[in-house]
C-alpha cells in the first residue's frame, strides 16, 4: 500500500520559514521523481516544486530563490524549505510521486501565512 505523508504545515508570519517533509512507503523511492504542489481557496492546484531520480530541480516562478526541494532516498522523504513567506503562500500543500504513468497524492498540510 502506498503512503505519502506529509508534515510541518502550520501557522507562520509572513517572512518566516517552514519546513514541510513527506515521508513515502509501498513505492520504489529513489526511482520516482518526487513533488510538491499546493492548492489555495478558490484557486487551482498548482506545481510548487520537483526533484527528479537524479536531482534535477524544477520550481514554479513564484518561489524560486525563497523554496528549496531536496530529498534523502535513505529515508524515503522528500523537504521542501520555505523561506521568506508571504500571505499567498497559504495553502494546502500536496506531496506526489510520479513514476511513468503512475502517481500518487499525499493527504496535504495546510500551510497559512499570516500578513
Known amino acids: 500500500q502506498v503512503q505519502l505523508v506529509e508534515s510541518g504545515g502550520g501557522l507562520v508570519q509572513a517572512g518566516g520559514s517552514l519546513r514541510l517533509s513527506c515521508a513515502a512507503s509501498?513505492?520504489?523511492?529513489?526511482?520516482?521523481?518526487m513533488g510538491w504542489y499546493r492548492q489555495a481557496p478558490g484557486k487551482q492546484r498548482e506545481l510548487v516544486a520537483t526533484?527528479?531520480?537524479?536531482?534535477?530541480?524544477n520550481y514554479a516562478d513564484s518561489v524560486k530563490g525563497r523554496f528549496t526541494i531536496s530529498r534523502d532516498n535513505a529515508k524515503n522523504t522528500v523537504y521542501l524549505q520555505m523561506n521568506s513567506l508571504k500571505p499567498e503562500d497559504t495553502a494546502v500543500y500536496y506531496c506526489?510521486?510520479?513514476?511513468?504513468?503512475?502517481?500518487?497524492w499525499g493527504q496535504g498540510t495546510q500551510v497559512t501565512v499570516s500578513s
Open positions: 526533484i527528479t531520480s537524479s536531482r534535477f530541480e
Open positions: 509501498g513505492i520504489t523511492f529513489s526511482a520516482n521523481t
Open positions: 506526489t510521486s510520479h513514476y511513468y504513468q503512475t502517481n500518487y
